[in-house]
């Protein structure tokens, strides 16, 4: 299996659904939701990233570790899932976060988050844990569990970058697909305030 292959059938499944939908246009039903994509100009920019076409011949953004920023990252990510179409394998939106969850965020959306590094350490069982601040000054708490560490860390193994280099360094940013657990979170500051919790599914670390 490729690199980054949960993405990869995140968007088979969107356009699957797409397809589905143009079928039923001449049964009076509604038109199916454009997807919320990059420009072609913003796209330019990660022209880098190795791409494959899917069974409705789509390209695809297949190798995202190989992103050399987590602005580049989102690009693809948002390529391969717009934030407007339900897709990959939860049949969910994804939810791009730069700042604080919003209040009414669901248990277990997937989220796209990118955030800043205060605090990164390994944890119990080989799961890495960090505390990240977001663009508003929110922190975060967020888990990747040693199966998924394992799994990138295989995938990337090779490459240039690699996902994960230092992500125990404060000041590096993490960005990664997951999802929200809840306000489960224990605030570094002050323990019995509970912040936002996610789960990463993949996550990269880069300056910037």
């Known amino acids: 299996m490729s690199q980054y292959s949960v ?12 397809s589905a939908g143009c079928d039923q246009l001449g049964s009076g039903n509604k038109a199916p939701q454009e997807p919320e994509v990059p420009s072609a100009h913003e796209l330019s920019r990660i022209g880098y990233l190795p791409t494959e076409s899917d069974p409705n ?19 693809a990510m948002r390529w391969n ?9 939860f049949g969910k939106k994804m939810a791009y976060l730069g ?10 959306s997937e989220v796209f988050l990118t955030g800043t590094i205060v ?16 663009k508003d000054g929110t922190v975060v708490e ?9 799994k990138q860390e295989q995938d990337t193994q090779g490459d240039r970058l690699g996902a994960l280099n ?25 323990g019995d305030k509970k912040i936002p919790l996610y789960s990463m599914l993949f996550a990269l670390d880069r300056n910037d």
């Not at 000041?171 to 224990?186: D, E």
């Open 57 to 75: 011949g789509r390209k695809i953004y297949n190798q995202l570790a190989k992103a050399r920023s987590c602005g580049d990252f989102e690009l």
């Open 99 to 108: 700042t604080a969850s919003p209040a009414d965020l669901p248990k277990d």
């Open 142 to 150: 967020v888990v990747e569990r040693a199966d998924y560490l394992q």
């Open 7 to 18: 993405a990869r059938l995140g968007a088979v499944l969107l356009l699957t659904g797409l």
């Open 166 to 190: 230092q992500p125990d360094k404060p000041g590096r940013v993490l960005c990664g697909h997951g999802y929200y657990l809840g306000a489960l979170g224990a605030d570094p500051e002050k």
């Open 81 to 89: 899932r717009p934030p407007n179409i339900a897709g990959g394998p």
């Open 119 to 134: 605090r990164g350490a390994s944890l119990a069982e080989g799961d890495q844990g960090w505390y990240l601040r977001m």
